[in-house]
Structure formats: structure tokens, C-alpha cells
């Protein structure tokens, strides 16, 4: 062994003692030691006397380090409680909890409050449910977002919905008329704090909802209500469902207005609203203000992609709120209900028109005469299937005159056919003008307009679009079999087909085949009644009318089975009504004697204001008009 080597192990060594020495107990510490042995050893003798005389002790064994560890536990504590301080401030006690709910029932809605955030997490709707029989639910938990969402100076944004609220209140049945008022407190400091009021009615569809802030200013700054929710798939037709779902508000001082039902949208109303509504086809989420709220309103909708086969619409809403004192910051109502045009009217400032029934006239048309028929008709308790039926015999009696005027006119016109074919034949090189002022001519001479089965056309066109707005809006034929439709509501699948066709679907409707092949019969009946005029370059208007039956099977397939019942119905009455007034009311050789009858008294007169017009412009034109 080199010196190196020696020198090197006697360095370990020392090392070694000197690492020995340095862990060896004091004096102070064997004694500790000593005097706890000698407890331990204590305490077991007088365990085993007593075990010996049948009595049992609890025997606990002294740990050094229990105080220490309930030293460490509290300093844990008062950092855990110092960093949510410094990251929350003021709010940092409500930052932390347990998420608690309580349940109010009505008897229309089911409520689920929670203590975080403060708000109604899950609303369902008792007397309705789902087209798979579940229960039916306007907000759901996991798919609902709302809270006042803020500015805290130095500190970042944050908003309630992450906080936790207090509240005395517990879960309660209400029946009738009842009243229940629960209360939940966003404690701050001191005396600061945020409330939400919530004041429950057991027969309405809305509760009443104040929130007040009490100092907060220093803590809350620039608020604004946040509400975020997704739609849940309820109907039998997913794609009828979202486009039939959207935003819907209106600002103070203007009409109801909405964002797109069939793509991605966003607005932001400058005015304050009056409300605004979550529109989910059937039924409704919104918010109604005692006054008006919200200056600078955002307002976005965005529908689920197709493969998303459980949610059909994702709404958000940020409205600003006015916080610059205490008291209360927004008053007003949150409405969960169904989309019913008598429950939604009694609420005012058009919270009906959440409801698309048309604009102008054609809205005009179904809230003065078709809801009013149809809701007298609904209290006979009949099939809705029955009161369609006879809803549209009403509808066709009170048109009747004007149906009559047009068949009328269509007469005169067959009975003018062979002359005008006659004149189209003999100006068919001529220029167009020439033939135009000859064909006026003849129908001054004979008396007949042209125009007048245009009409009493015309006026009805508002009922037709009116039904066309009225069927698939009306929740009371939601879920309403009839014959094989089981949903009038909705389409009427006879035949599900393994592949789908585009614009037409996966499905055969019986209701709208039907209506197809009714309007194809009435076409042909109506068509052959009215002379053929086609001009160089225009289309051929029969070819076209023919065509358009076999259109509407692509664009009605999907469409609520009610409709296609309807206008299948207001065809085949059509028909009816056209060979009775054909055969019983008007007589072709009686038309022909007075338009004998006009040629003798109009060819003493001079030419009409109209024609002389027309002269004079083909005149101008170069035209020989003789």
C-alpha cells in the first residue's frame, strides 16, 4: 500500500468519527428519550392491569411531532388563505367551497339553484317532454353559463358564476298561486356584498330576479351579464329544430328583431332591450327587464355541426350593466316556458313574436284569424287532425267570393281563347308591340281584364303564407298523431330510405306526396282553362307550373306534416269548388252572348287612354300601328 493510499483511509475515518460525534444526542435529549420510554413503558402496565380486571382503555401514544404537525397544517392554511388573497382580494373567502343545489318545484317547472354562481342551473319543463319520452329540459347544468362577469382593479377579470354564494334558504313544492322568495349572497367584506332575489311563482312560467350591489364599486367595475347555453336536441327533426332556433330581442323604441336561424350570427344593438330570448323552436330561455336594459348588447348564435347529433344551437349574450352606485343593478324576469302564442302575449312589448307567425300582414292574418279559429276550434277537444280539416274549410268558405271571381274570369278567358289564339297567330311575325296593342284592343272590345283572376290571387296569397308560418310554429300540434302521421309537428315518414337524396332526405312523407299530386291535378284542371301566351325568349309558363308539384316534394319531405295536411286539403277543396262552379254557377253561352254584347257598345267608342298610350309609343318607336 503506497502513502497515498494510508493517507487517504485515515481521512475516511476521521471523517467517520467526527460525522458520529457530531449525531450523537445531548444530555437534554437522552433524558427526553428516557422519560419517554419510560411513559410508554408506564402506560402498557397499566394497560395490562386493566385488561387484567375485564376493562378496556383507550391507550395513546405520546408523537413528538403532533404539535408541530398542527403548527405546519395552520401555516399551510394561512398561506393557502394569503395566496387566494393576493389572487382574489376582497373575494378570496368565496373562492373556495362546495358546490351545493337545492330544487324549487312548481307545478309547471322543476328549478335546481346553485350555491356557485348563484343561479338556476337546471330547469325542466313538467308537462312536456322530449320526442323520446325524456324529460324535457330548457337549461341543463353541464350546457348553462351565467354570472356577472367584472373587472377587479389590480387584480384581473373574474366573474360570479366561479364564486361561491351563501343562502338560508332549502328546497320548496309550491302549488296554485303561492309565493317563495330565495335569496343567495356573494359575501365580499364588511358590509359589501352581491344578492340575487329570486321571487317564484307555483303557476308561471317566469321568476322574478333582482340583483343588488351593496358598495362594491372598489371591487366590482365595469360588469355585464354573461349567458352562455346550448340547446338540446328535443324534436323528432334535428335539422327542423335548428333552423327554427335563435336569438331573439328588441331593443326600446323598435320592433322584435333576431339573428340567423339557419347559420352563425352576431349583432350588437346599440339601444337598450326590453328582452331577449334563447328561442329553441318549441320552447324558450330569456330574459325580460321590468325596464329596459343592456345599452351595447352583445348577441351571438352559432348552430352545432351536423354530426352533433344532441345539441342544436349555442347561444351567448353579454349585456352590460350599470353599477355606478348601490342598490339594484338589473330587475326584471327569467322566462323558461313553450313558445305559445297565448301564454307569450300576456307578457307584452311583443314577447309573442318570439314566435316567427310572418311579417306584416301575413302575421297579421294568423293572429287575427287563424289563431283565433284554430284556438276556438281546439276547446271542441277534437283531433287536431279534425280541426285542421275544418280550419280549412272555414278559411276556403270565407274566400269563397274571391275564388268565385276567379274562376269567373277564367271562364271569360277560355271563351276568349279561340280569338286570342287566333291573334297570336295572325301577328306571330309581327313586331311585339303591334301584337301587344292588338291583344288590348280586343280585350276592351269584349269587356275582359286579363288582370282580374290576378286578384282575388293576390289577396289570398296572404293566408297561404300565413299557414306556411302558422303550422310548424304551433306547439299544439307538437307530439299530435293523426292517421300515420305521428307528429303533425313534424314530417310524416311512410318509408325510411338506406341512403339519402339530396334536398329530398332520407325519408318518404306520405302527406307531402300527396299535397304534390293534389297540386298537379288542380294545375292541369286550372291550366287548361287559360289561353296559351308566350312570348320569343320567355319561358314556358305550363311547362313550369307542372314542374313545380314535383319541386315542393323536395322542399316539404321535411317539413311539419300539419302543413302538407293542409295544403293537401285546401287542394282538394279547390277542386271541388271548381267543378261545382263550373257546372252549377256559370254559363259559358251566356258569357259569350255578353262579350257579343261589349263588341257592339265598345266599337262605337274611340280607343282607350291606354291603348292611345300605347300608340304613341310605337310611334315613337317606328312602329306601324295600323
Same mark, same amino acid.
Given at each position: 500500500m503506497d502513502k497515498n493510499s494510508v493517507i487517504g483511509l485515515v481521512l475516511i475515518g476521521l471523517l467517520l468519527i467526527g460525522y458520529t460525534l457530531y449525531q450523537k444526542p445531548s444530555d437534554a435529549e437522552v433524558a427526553e428519550q428516557q422519560r419517554l420510554q419510560d411513559s410508554i413503558a408506564t402506560a402498557q402496565l397499566e394497560a395490562e392491569k386493566n385488561l387484567d380486571t375485564s376493562s378496556t382503555v383507550e391507550v395513546t401514544t405520546p408523537n413528538a411531532n403532533t404539535e408541530e404537525a398542527a403548527t405546519q397544517d395552520s401555516s399551510e392554511i394561512a398561506r393557502e388563505d394569503e395566496l387566494l388573497r393576493a389572487k382574489y382580494g376582497a373575494l378570496a373567502s368565496a373562492s373556495k367551497g362546495n358546490s351545493e343545489v337545492l330544487e324549487v318545484e312548481t307545478e309547471l317547472l322543476r328549478i335546481k339553484f346553485s350555491n356557485q354562481g348563484g343561479v338556476p342551473v337546471n330547469v325542466e319543463l313538467k308537462n312536456f317532454s322530449s320526442y323520446d319520452s325524456l324529460p324535457l329540459f330548457v337549461i341543463r347544468e353541464d350546457l348553462s353559463k351565467m354570472g356577472y362577469e367584472f373587472t377587479y382593479p389590480s387584480l384581473g377579470n373574474f366573474n360570479t358564476k366561479d364564486?361561491?354564494?351563501?343562502?338560508?334558504?332549502?328546497?320548496?313544492?309550491?302549488?296554485?298561486?303561492?309565493?317563495?322568495?330565495?335569496?343567495?349572497?356573494?359575501?365580499?367584506?364588511?358590509?359589501?356584498?352581491?344578492?340575487?332575489?329570486?321571487?317564484?311563482?307555483?303557476?308561471?312560467?317566469?321568476?322574478?330576479?333582482?340583483?343588488?350591489?351593496?358598495?362594491?364599486?372598489?371591487?366590482?367595475?365595469?360588469?355585464?351579464?354573461?349567458?352562455?347555453? #346550448?340547446?338540446?336536441?328535443n324534436e323528432k327533426s334535428i335539422e327542423a329544430e335548428r333552423n327554427n332556433s335563435s336569438v331573439f330581442f328588441k331593443e326600446e323604441g323598435s320592433g322584435r328583431d333576431y339573428l340567423s336561424e339557419t347559420g352563425d350570427d352576431e349583432d350588437n344593438p346599440e339601444d337598450p332591450l326590453n328582452w331577449m330570448a334563447f328561442k329553441q323552436n318549441f320552447f324558450s330561455a330569456a330574459l325580460i327587464g321590468e325596464k329596459p336594459f343592456g345599452k351595447g348588447t352583445k348577441l351571438v348564435t352559432e348552430p352545432y355541426p351536423e354530426e352533433n347529433d344532441s345539441l342544436t344551437q349555442r347561444y351567448y349574450a353579454e349585456i352590460p350593466i350599470d353599477a355606478s352606485g348601490?342598490?339594484?343593478?338589473?330587475?326584471?324576469?327569467?322566462?323558461?316556458?313553450?313558445?305559445?302564442?297565448? !301564454?307569450?302575449?300576456?307578457?307584452?312589448?311583443?314577447?309573442?313574436?318570439?314566435?316567427?307567425?310572418?311579417?306584416?300582414?301575413?302575421?297579421?292574418?294568423?293572429?287575427?284569424?287563424?289563431? !283565433?279559429?284554430?284556438?276556438?276550434?281546439?276547446?271542441?277537444?277534437?283531433?287536431?287532425?279534425? !280541426?285542421?280539416?275544418?280550419?280549412?274549410?272555414?278559411?276556403?268558405?270565407?274566400?269563397?267570393?274571391?275564388?268565385?271571381?276567379?274562376?269567373?274570369?277564367?271562364?271569360?278567358?277560355?271563351?276568349?281563347?279561340?280569338?286570342? /289564339?287566333?291573334?297570336? /297567330?295572325?301577328?306571330?311575325?309581327?313586331?311585339?308591340?303591334?301584337?301587344?296593342?292588338?291583344?288590348?284592343?280586343?280585350?276592351?272590345?269584349?269587356?275582359?281584364?286579363?288582370?282580374?283572376?290576378?286578384?282575388?290571387?293576390?289577396?289570398?296569397?296572404?293566408?297561404?303564407?300565413?299557414?306556411?308560418?302558422?303550422?310548424? #310554429?304551433?306547439?299544439?300540434?307538437?307530439?299530435?298523431?293523426?292517421?300515420?302521421?305521428?307528429?303533425?309537428?313534424?314530417?310524416?315518414? !311512410?318509408?325510411?330510405?338506406?341512403?339519402?337524396?339530396?334536398?329530398?332526405?332520407?325519408?318518404? #312523407?306520405?302527406?307531402?306526396?300527396?299535397?304534390?299530386?293534389?297540386?298537379?291535378?288542380?294545375?292541369?284542371?286550372?291550366?287548361?282553362?287559360?289561353?296559351?301566351?308566350?312570348?320569343?325568349?320567355?319561358?314556358?309558363?305550363?311547362?313550369?307550373?307542372?314542374?313545380?308539384?314535383?319541386?315542393?316534394?323536395?322542399?316539404?319531405?321535411?317539413?311539419? #306534416?300539419?302543413?302538407?295536411?293542409?295544403?293537401?286539403?285546401?287542394?282538394?277543396?279547390?277542386?271541388?269548388?271548381?267543378?261545382?262552379?263550373?257546372?252549377?254557377f256559370i254559363d259559358e253561352e251566356k258569357i259569350k252572348f255578353q262579350i257579343a254584347e261589349n263588341k257592339k257598345k265598345k266599337s262605337k267608342q274611340g280607343k282607350s287612354k291606354f291603348q292611345r298610350k300605347l300608340e304613341e309609343m310605337a310611334k315613337q318607336k317606328g312602329i306601324d300601328t295600323k
Open positions: 364564486f361561491y354564494f351563501t343562502t338560508s334558504n332549502s328546497g320548496k313544492k309550491l302549488n296554485g298561486s303561492e309565493e317563495y322568495q330565495l335569496i343567495y349572497t356573494l359575501p365580499i367584506d364588511g358590509n359589501r356584498k352581491i344578492e340575487h332575489i329570486y321571487t317564484i311563482k307555483g303557476d308561471a312560467y317566469d321568476i322574478g330576479v333582482q340583483t343588488q350591489f351593496y358598495d362594491v364599486s372598489s371591487v366590482v367595475t365595469n360588469p355585464k351579464l354573461t349567458w352562455e347555453l #346550448s340547446g338540446i336536441h348601490t342598490g339594484i343593478v338589473f330587475d326584471g324576469k327569467l322566462f323558461f316556458g313553450p313558445n305559445d302564442y297565448k !301564454i307569450l302575449k300576456d307578457y307584452g312589448n311583443e314577447f309573442d313574436e318570439i314566435i316567427n307567425l310572418g311579417w306584416g300582414i301575413f302575421g297579421w292574418v294568423n293572429k287575427y284569424i287563424v289563431i !283565433i279559429i284554430f284556438d276556438w276550434l281546439e276547446q271542441t277537444g277534437m283531433s287536431y287532425g279534425i !280541426i285542421i280539416l275544418i280550419l280549412t274549410l272555414v278559411i276556403k268558405m270565407i274566400l269563397s267570393p274571391l275564388t268565385f271571381k276567379n274562376y269567373l274570369s277564367s271562364a271569360k278567358m277560355r271563351v276568349l281563347k279561340p280569338e286570342i /289564339e287566333e291573334l297570336n /297567330e295572325k301577328h306571330k311575325d309581327a313586331e311585339p308591340m303591334k301584337k301587344q296593342q292588338a291583344t288590348m284592343d280586343l280585350y276592351r272590345k269584349t269587356g275582359v281584364s286579363p288582370f282580374a283572376g290576378c286578384i282575388p290571387m293576390i289577396i289570398q296569397l296572404p293566408i297561404l303564407y300565413a299557414m306556411f308560418r302558422f303550422f310548424p #310554429s304551433s306547439i299544439q300540434l307538437r307530439h299530435e298523431p293523426f292517421l300515420w302521421a305521428d307528429d303533425l309537428s313534424s314530417y310524416d315518414s !311512410i318509408a325510411s330510405l338506406p341512403f339519402t337524396i339530396p334536398f329530398y332526405g332520407d325519408h318518404v #312523407s306520405l302527406f307531402t306526396l300527396l299535397m304534390a299530386a293534389s297540386t298537379f291535378v288542380y294545375t292541369i284542371y286550372n291550366s287548361n282553362q287559360m289561353p296559351t301566351q308566350s312570348q320569343p325568349g320567355m319561358p314556358n309558363m305550363k311547362v313550369i307550373m307542372y314542374i313545380f308539384p314535383f319541386m315542393m316534394l323536395f322542399f316539404f319531405n321535411s317539413f311539419a #306534416s300539419g302543413l302538407s295536411y293542409y295544403y293537401f286539403l285546401a287542394n282538394l277543396i279547390s277542386i271541388l269548388q271548381m267543378l261545382v262552379i263550373k257546372k252549377f
